[in-house]
């Protein structure tokens, strides 16, 4: 089982990007949802998560008040807003979901992974 992340590129500083994560074989609404990221020469980092079932959110400092998650149980699918975007945001993003109902913030304990996308904000 794979998640499907999609919607990077090459945006603009101050532009928006929204990221996409699909699955074709889990129900994302059961799973909490994270999307983390790693840039050239650094660590992954966490940076936002939806909670199974209740769908509350919490954002790393770093993008709080410029990225929103959210999902659509319909589609099956979550998304990643990404707003305001800075060129230190570039990296590659990947989604994960754990059967858990708290945000997990080390990726080790997320069993299931998109196969990221990359996001690059430059002028």
């Known amino acids: 089982v794979q998640l499907q992340a999609s919607g990077g590129g090459l945006v603009q500083p101050g532009g928006s990007l929204r990221l996409s994560c699909t699955a074709s074989?889990?129900?994302?609404?059961?799973?909490?949802i994270s999307w983390f990221r790693q840039a050239p020469g650094k660590e992954r980092e966490g940076i936002a998560c939806i909670i199974r079932n209740s769908g509350k959110t919490d954002y790393a400092a770093s993008v709080k008040a410029r990225f929103t998650i959210s999902r659509d149980r319909a589609k099956n699918t979550a998304y990643l807003q990404m707003n305001s975007l800075k060129p230190e945001d570039t990296a590659v993003y990947y989604c994960?979901?754990?059967?858990?109902?708290?945000?997990?913030?080390?990726?080790?304990?997320?069993?299931?992974w998109g196969q990221g996308t990359l996001v690059t904000v430059s002028s």
């Open positions: 074989e889990l129900t994302l609404s059961s799973y909490t």
């Open positions: 994960a979901a754990a059967a858990r109902g708290i945000c997990l913030p080390n990726g080790s304990d997320y069993r299931y």
